[in-house]
């Protein structure tokens, strides 16, 4: 069974820096684009950032320049480096990834981390 596993949130003072991990296991046959998502209190989930096995990264705009999205390939996993965090960037953060397994080809969602950003 395919599974992510998401590590790496936390609470940090404006100005600071987090780095989540997201890990996929299972039986895994190819890994196509991941992504993180985050969701705050009473907002839809959005995209944050988004990276495919080739070709260019894509970023929300309040997040550009902050935050770096990057994959180990050989480890199935992506990161998230938030720089210069900010009050607003509070919210639970989702990695997800288009996967291949043994089952077929499905979207998976990791459990989700909170980040919190303190003033």
């Known amino acids: 069974q395919v599974q992510l596993v998401t590590s790496g949130g936390g609470l940090v003072q404006a100005g600071g820096s987090l780095r989540l991990s997201c890990a996929a296991s299972?039986?895994?046959?190819?890994?196509?684009?991941m992504g993180w998502y985050r969701q705050a209190p009473g907002k839809q989930r959005e995209l944050v950032a988004q990276?495919?096995?080739?070709?260019?990264?894509d970023y929300e705009d309040s997040v550009k320049g902050r935050f770096t999205i990057s994959r180990d390939n050989a480890n199935n996993t992506v990161y998230l480096q938030m720089n210069s965090l900010k009050p607003e960037d509070t919210a639970v953060y989702y990695c997800?990834?288009?996967?291949?397994?043994?089952?077929?080809?499905?979207?998976?969602w990791g459990q989700g981390t909170q980040v919190t950003v303190s003033p």
């Open positions: 990276i495919p096995t080739g070709g260019t990264t």
């Open positions: 299972g039986r895994i046959f190819s890994i196509f684009a």
């Open positions: 997800n990834a288009d996967i291949r397994g043994h089952l077929g080809r499905y979207i998976y």
